[in-house]
Structure formats: C-alpha cells, structure tokens
C-alpha cells in the first residue's frame, strides 16, 4: 500500500529515564549502552516527542523517589536546553514539532509515589498540585504497577477500585491529565471506566505502554473489552517493545499487534509507548534479552514502520508515528 521510506516523525508515551538517572551510579542520559531512549538514541530515531515517567514502587519512601525524579527532569531539562523543550500545552507541543528539538513532557507511573501506603489522601493532593505547578503539565497517571496498593490493584492481582482510587479520580478531574490503563488489573480497569462514567468525570483514559491480549496472552496485554473502550473514548494505546508483553520467541510478532489494533479499529489511537528502561541491573535472568535486538532503541521506529509500508497507507502510518498524539494533546488540552 505504501512504498514510502519517509523518517516519520515520532511521539512516544513512555520511558524510564528519570528512574535510571536516580537509581543507577553514574547514570548519564548521553549512555547508549544503558538505555534504549538515551538522548543521541532519540535524536537518530527521530523522536519529536517523550514522555518521561516518574516511576514508584510500593514503599514508604516513594514519596520522596517522586521527588527526586522529578528533580533529575528538572536537572535533564536544565543540562540539554539545546536538546529537550519541556511541553506545557498544546501551542507549546506544536510549535516544538517543528524545531529541533525533542518535546518532553511528564507522567507518573504508580500513583504510590505522590503518597505512601500510611500517610494522609491529602499529601497525594498536594503533591499532584505542586507538581503540576512547577512542571505545568503532567500527561498521564496510574493508580498502580504490578502489585495492589491504597488505590487498588495492579497488572498481577485481581483487587479493583478501592476508596482512596475513587477519590483521586474525583481530585484529577478536569485536571487534563488522563488516567493510563497500563498497570491496573482488569478488575481496576472496569472500576475506574465505571467511577468515571458513574460520577460523569472529565478524564480521559489511555493505555500508554501496552499491546494485546489477543496477540500474545500476558496481564500487562489488553483485553478486547478495554480495547474497545480505550478507542470509543478517544484515547491512545501505544505499542510495548518489551520482549515478554510482544511474544517470548518471535520478534514480528510487534507488527503483528500493530496490524491487530488497526482491524480493531484503533486507527485513530495507535501509538508507540516502548517503555525502554535500564534493565542491566534487573533481578530475573530469565527475563533478559528484554528487548529483541530489532526493537531494542529509539533508533529502531524507522524500521517498525518500514515494515508495514506494504501493509499500510502512509496516512495510516503517520497515524501511529506521531499524528495519534498530536490530535489527543490537542483535545486534552483544549
């Protein structure tokens, strides 16, 4: 359908930089050999857009990491002015795309890292304000990771939405932030579409690193139902590159989820999410390769998209590259 080698332009929802320059010795964001969105990898591959996410644990001191990460932006953000623009609105992320410069912007991935397990709701408040005031724009949150927290439960348990995730869903309202369907268990996932539907929110929800259950059965993989979901709220779904959420063996199997999502009609919210981290460090052996070698950098959308040139219109293409993105920040921050 479509021949064309265009270096397409790219936004991309998710990446762990922040939680590698904090947590790793030596940590430099220049470091090709510790991480797959290193700033010349992000440069080479065309990256026009990053979110950088702020990445907790369940902790007592997941506060306090918040924090930190959001010093080490604040720093990345100081030490590469002549790299990295931070987006604000959508004026700002438009007028960024046609620099040369990479527009940034930040999530939070666990909401455990605005409050711990023991401390006050309000503390979560507070922090989300302050944050939101130095920053300005904060594109998306998550209730959870893995495990079960105050807000509910995570990608590995079954736990849905407790009292305190209701409230901060009240709190984000009309916030322009989106809650991100990535880490909930299903049981969250439903929670929360209801809660918003129930009490007529103004949230917009989206999955930012996540392919499909249809594809390759995982838990951190959507399911049909929140797909349909995600698409008919004007959301976003971008694609995972971690080996375990792709398939274990076959590394085409990426443009196979890709494919996947435009039968099911996420013509509109397909994007990339690659979630690149440092894995160097990781405890699980088993898990490493985490990334197979064709998808293991930003250097690589080039060729993820040159892959489907045959099976999709150059339209279709920019769709998932960038143009997804730009009409979602586009309506968040209307």
């Not at 904060?138 to 509910?152: A, K, M, P, Q, V």
């Not at 969250?188 to 594809?215: E, G, M, P, Y």
């Not at 919210?269 to 490493?288: E, I, M, N, V, W």
């Amino acid at each position: 359908m479509n021949n064309n080698k265009k270096n397409y332009p790219i936004a991309d929802l998710h990446c762990d930089m922040l939680d590698y320059l904090c947590n790793v010795l030596n940590a430099s964001p220049q470091n090709t050999n510790d991480l797959g969105c290193a700033l010349p990898h992000l440069i080479n591959g065309n990256v026009k857009f990053q979110v950088m996410a702020i990445y907790s644990s369940v902790e007592e001191n997941s506060p306090k990491n918040l924090l930190n990460q959001a010093e080490k932006y604040h720093q990345l953000l100081m030490n590469n002015s002549d790299i990295l623009s931070a987006i604000t609105d959508a004026s700002e992320f438009n007028k960024t795309l046609n620099t040369n410069k990479i527009g940034v912007m930040l999530s939070i991935e666990n909401a455990s890292g605005l409050c711990n397990e023991y401390e006050p709701l309000s503390k979560a408040f507070q922090r989300f304000d302050n944050l939101k005031e130095n920053f300005k724009s904060i594109l998306y949150i998550s209730l959870t990771h893995h495990g079960e927290n105050r807000f509910g439960g995570g990608n590995n348990s079954i736990v849905g939405l407790k009292d305190d995730g209701k409230e901060i869903l009240n709190f984000l309202s009309g916030k322009k932030t989106a809650i991100d369907l990535s880490h909930p268990s299903d049981a969250l996932a439903t929670d929360i579409l209801n809660h918003i539907d129930k009490n007529n929110l103004d949230l917009q929800v989206i999955a930012s690193h996540s392919n499909f259950r249809k594809i390759h059965e995982h838990p951190r993989n959507l399911p049909d139902e929140l797909v349909s979901e995600i698409i008919y709220r004007k959301g976003l779904i971008g694609i995972n590159f971690v080996r375990a959420f792709v398939h274990p063996q076959n590394p085409s199997m990426l443009k196979e989820h890709i494919l996947y999502g435009f039968q099911s009609g996420s013509s509109s919210t397909l994007c990339f999410g690659a979630d690149f981290f440092y894995t160097k460090s990781h405890p699980d052996p088993s898990r490493q390769p985490f990334f197979f070698s064709e998808h293991e950098n930003a250097t690589k959308y080039k060729g993820i998209l040159s892959s489907l040139n045959s099976l999709l219109s150059e339209d279709e293409i920019s769709a998932i590259a960038c143009n997804n993105v730009i009409s979602f920040i586009n309506r968040l921050y209307a």
